[in-house]
């Protein structure tokens, strides 16, 4: 579904990632941890499409086209989603407006007619009961007011309004109390397809003990340092990512 | 040489040259402010940019011309007042229509609503009501600074009454539409007196249109007394062509525990001053202010607030918005004063704005004068571009950049809008605002003209 082929990105001349190589196949849950800095938001802002991040070499292929060549609102409608670190909120502008435009643009590029208003209503109604949260954010203004908690959750919501086929959550867990937690992983594993894949962005492995990886990647100092299944993550928790600056070190040493 | 401008000069003549056909179709009482009031004039002049009120606004533009003056109406012209119908659907009112300043209706010059309310031509009043015209009638439009509202005293003959007698709530909003039409560009001056006694509710809805494509220029002044415990609220639909200039004076006057809202949606003119004066003579009482601009090409969109904190316990807000296209300038300037006897005072103030070109320009001016100590204040100003972390937020969930930025500049005018009660009313003012921004004209009512 993904194919990242040794991705180096900069923002503002600094080199953040350093040559990223990563598949993702369909059904797949990739976790991508590391210490602070490491450039893993970077990375979920290179395949999201920010300007800001400047790709300086390499490729990512998403089913088969060149990513990096599409418009961040193309990328949305070809079917990636990037769950926000940080929300934005803006005043002003429905939920309901809000997600109606997006739903129907999704559809108008799938060549469907847009949905009815009674139709979109319901499908809102059924999202809302799936990711559990208060269908009175729903009538306010994106994220505007909400708690962080709140706003992870509209996240997860967004994400089961457009079914996206690849999903980034950047650290969607941070600032989350175990109730939210659950909300959020609950959300995850019920959108879980056989055909649909999921890189999840993590500083804690704690989100982690909810959603089960397929493979968990370490990123540091903008390169992909170590790979394994989720016994990687559960070694993390216990010893820190320390260990893994040693290891990187001393292999650059020797 | 006495120091006056050429345009000050001009003005003083058309009142030398027009006072006594003036006088004679007015009411005496009306009359009796006008000398005292020209002279104030002939003293203060037409402001210019060196009176810090107009730093930002240049009148010339529009003052320094020979306008063809017009100081009464013929019947043809009450015969086209008659035919214009608002369209905006679904927005149940009583009508009004002032043309170029006067009340056009030949027989009925005065009516009773149902519920006791009276609505009219301001001068038919002064004869009818003298009383209440006394107690209220430039007791409130007063200012050292302005010679606009003299100049207003001085020749205005007519405009809108309202009447709305103690304890009755008027369900139903009074639309006044202002036409101007004239062959000949043209000059012309209306005042309106609004009278809410206490306990009362009661709002108006000011709608200014130009149905001809001549140069215009209106100065107008309203007076509203709001009563103890009562409720008022003013909105103001101004969609002009570019070579029409409106100046508005509004002096709102509230009592102990009274509400009132005055909200300025400015969607189209050439030149716009509206200068809105709170004066909270009461405690516990509440005013809002609010205000939209959307400009483009030259337009210059100048929104003047003072919020007059006289007695203690009273609370102020502001919000002011504006979305600036093309080589368009605006300017805000909020003054919110807090007199030494006003304690548990709190007073808000918010000016946003965006810029959408490297040309267009904002100026904005919060004027804080605090002399009391217990006061809660706040004020903040903002000029930018849209915001582009939001900008990518909504382009992430599919939407393009296009229609993002236009969800962006709508929300941002809504969150103004959001503030009108009136239902029917919102909900047009949203469709028209997002008309203007899509770049589509937002003519409203059956207007002829192309405002653009």
């Given at each position: 579904?993904?194919?990242?082929?040794?991705?180096?990105?900069?923002?503002?001349?600094?080199?953040?990632?350093?040559?990223?190589?990563?598949?993702?196949?369909?059904?797949?849950?990739?976790?991508?941890?590391?210490?602070?800095?490491?450039?893993?938001?970077?990375?979920?802002?290179?395949?999201?499409?920010?300007?800001?991040?400047?790709?300086?070499?390499?490729?990512?292929?998403?089913?088969?086209?060149?990513?990096?060549?599409?418009?961040?609102?193309?990328?949305?409608?070809?079917?990636?989603?990037?769950?926000?670190?940080?929300?934005?909120?803006?005043?002003?502008?429905?939920?309901?407006?809000?997600?109606?435009?997006?739903?129907?643009?999704?559809?108008?590029?799938?060549?469907?007619?847009?949905?009815?208003?009674?139709?979109?209503?319901?499908?809102?109604?059924?999202?809302?009961?799936?990711?559990?949260?208060?269908?009175?954010?729903?009538?306010?203004?994106?994220?505007?007011?909400?708690?962080?908690?709140e706003k992870k959750k509209n996240e997860i919501f967004q994400m089961a309004m457009l079914e996206p086929k690849l999903a980034i959550l950047d650290e969607t867990d941070s600032g989350l109390d175990i109730d939210a937690l659950r909300v959020v992983a609950n959300g995850v594993n019920k959108l879980k397809r056989p055909d649909n894949s999921f890189i999840v962005i993590t500083h804690y492995q704690r989100l982690l003990d909810y959603i089960v990886p397929d493979v968990v990647h370490v990123l540091y100092d903008g390169r992909i340092v170590k790979t394994a299944g989720r016994e990687l993550a559960l070694e993390l928790e216990e010893k820190g990512y320390d260990w893994i600056k040693k290891e990187v070190e001393n292999n650059v040493l020797s | 040489m006495n120091g006056r401008s050429e345009v000050t000069e001009r003005y003083i003549g058309l009142y030398k040259e027009n006072i006594e056909k003036i006088t004679t179709s007015s009411s005496p009482y009306i009359n009796s402010f006008r000398e005292a009031a020209y002279e104030r004039f002939r003293d203060m002049g037409i402001p210019t940019k060196k009176n810090e009120a107009y730093k930002y606004t240049n009148l010339n533009i529009f003052f320094d011309h020979d306008y063809k003056s017009y100081f009464m109406p013929v019947t043809s012209d009450f015969i086209k007042a008659e035919e214009f119908r608002c369209d905006v659907a679904d927005l149940d009112t009583h009508g009004i229509v002032l043309l170029n300043g006067f009340y056009p209706t030949i027989n009925e010059k005065l009516r009773q609503l149902p519920s006791g309310v009276w609505i009219g031509s301001l001068n038919a009043a002064a004869i009818k009501f003298p009383d209440l015209v006394k107690k209220h009638y430039g007791k409130y439009a007063k200012s050292d600074t302005d010679g606009l509202i003299d100049l207003n005293t001085a020749m205005a003959s007519d405009g809108v009454f309202v009447y709305v007698p103690e304890g009755v709530a008027l369900t139903k909003p009074v639309q006044v539409v202002n036409l101007v039409q004239s062959d000949e560009d043209m000059f012309s001056q209306h005042r309106n007196l609004i009278i809410v006694e206490k306990g009362a509710e009661f709002s108006i809805i000011i709608c200014?249109?130009?149905?001809?494509?001549?140069?215009?220029?209106?100065?107008?002044?309203?007076?509203?007394?709001?009563?103890?415990?009562?409720?008022?609220?003013?909105?103001?639909?101004?969609?002009?062509?570019?070579?029409?200039?409106?100046?508005?004076?509004?002096?709102?006057?509230?009592?102990?525990?009274?509400?009132?809202?005055?909200?300025?949606?400015?969607?189209?003119?050439?030149?716009?001053?509206?200068?809105?004066?709170?004066?909270?003579?009461?405690?516990?009482?509440?005013?809002?202010?609010?205000?939209?601009?959307?400009?483009?090409?030259?337009?210059?969109?100048?929104?003047?607030?003072?919020?007059?904190?006289?007695?203690?316990?009273?609370?102020?807000?502001?919000?002011?918005?504006g979305v600036l296209d093309d080589m368009s300038t605006g300017a805000f300037n909020g003054r919110i004063l807090v007199r030494p006897d006003a304690q548990g005072t709190l007073a808000y103030q918010k000016n946003n704005n965006i810029l959408l070109t490297d040309d267009a320009k904002m100026d904005t001016k919060p004027q804080l004068e605090i002399f009391a100590d217990d006061v809660k204040c706040s004020h903040g100003a903002t000029i930018g571009q849209v915001d582009s972390d939001a900008l990518f937020y909504l382009q992430s969930r599919g939407i393009n950049k296009r229609e993002a930025r236009l969800m962006l500049m709508f929300g941002f005018a809504h969150e103004v809008i959001q503030n009108i009660k009136i239902e029917a009313l919102r909900d047009r003012m949203d469709n028209l605002v997002m008309q203007r921004l899509k770049g589509e004209l937002s003519r409203c009512a059956s207007c002829m003209v192309k405002c653009g």
């Open positions: 579904m993904l194919i990242i082929n040794n991705l180096k990105a900069s923002i503002g001349g600094k080199s953040i990632l350093k040559g990223i190589t990563l598949e993702v196949k369909p059904g797949e849950i990739h976790a991508i941890m590391g210490p602070n800095g490491s450039g893993k938001s970077t990375l979920a802002a290179v395949l999201a499409g920010r300007e800001f991040v400047e790709v300086t070499e390499g490729s990512v292929t998403y089913l088969g086209k060149n990513l990096l060549d599409m418009s961040p609102e193309d990328r949305a409608k070809e079917g990636i989603f990037l769950g926000f670190q940080y929300p934005i909120e803006i005043p002003g502008v429905s939920m309901v407006n809000f997600m109606k435009t997006a739903v129907n643009e999704h559809r108008k590029h799938n060549g469907l007619d847009p949905l009815s208003a009674s139709d979109f209503l319901k499908l809102m109604r059924d999202k809302k009961e799936l990711v559990e949260i208060d269908s009175k954010l729903a009538n306010r203004s994106v994220n505007e007011g909400f708690s962080g908690g | 200014d249109h130009t149905l001809s494509p001549q140069k215009f220029l209106t100065n107008a002044v309203t007076e509203v007394f709001v009563g103890e415990n009562a409720h008022f609220d003013l909105i103001r639909v101004q969609n002009e062509h570019n070579a029409a200039c409106k100046v508005t004076h509004t002096f709102i006057h509230q009592e102990k525990n009274s509400v009132a809202s005055s909200n300025n949606m400015t969607l189209h003119g050439g030149l716009i001053r509206n200068s809105t004066y709170h004066y909270l003579g009461g405690e516990g009482a509440e005013c809002f202010s609010y205000g939209l601009f959307l400009t483009d090409k030259w337009q210059h969109v100048d929104n003047f607030v003072n919020v007059d904190h006289a007695f203690p316990k009273c609370t102020s807000n502001q919000l002011f918005k």
